[in-house]
């Protein structure tokens, strides 16, 4: 699963460890989480909140992605028109 973690944890300047004691658990997961393997709902909601966003700015699919700034530019073009 694609995801912004490891762009969010430098921003803060936190290194893995620092992260994976915050959210208690191991380095490991927090390579894996940034390295796109998918994680667990309660996992998401962990990081969701430690980093004060929604999930879904944190975590994304490129199709999903692709589809909803899609949408936005039907809807933008659709209010210039009327």
Known sequence: MKNNVR???KSKDMT???LAKA???SRYTII??????NTTDQMVLRIA???NKDPREIFF???VAHNLQNK???QEFSK???
Do not use: A, P, T, Y
């Open 16 to 18: 893995q460890e620092q």
């Open 7 to 9: 762009r969010l944890r």
């Open 32 to 37: 894996k989480i940034e390295s796109g393997s």
């Open 49 to 51: 909140r430690f980093f």
């Open 61 to 63: 699919d490129d199709s």
């Open 23 to 25: 959210l208690n658990v």
């Open 80 to 82: 210039e028109v009327i």
């Open 72 to 74: 936005k530019s039907d």
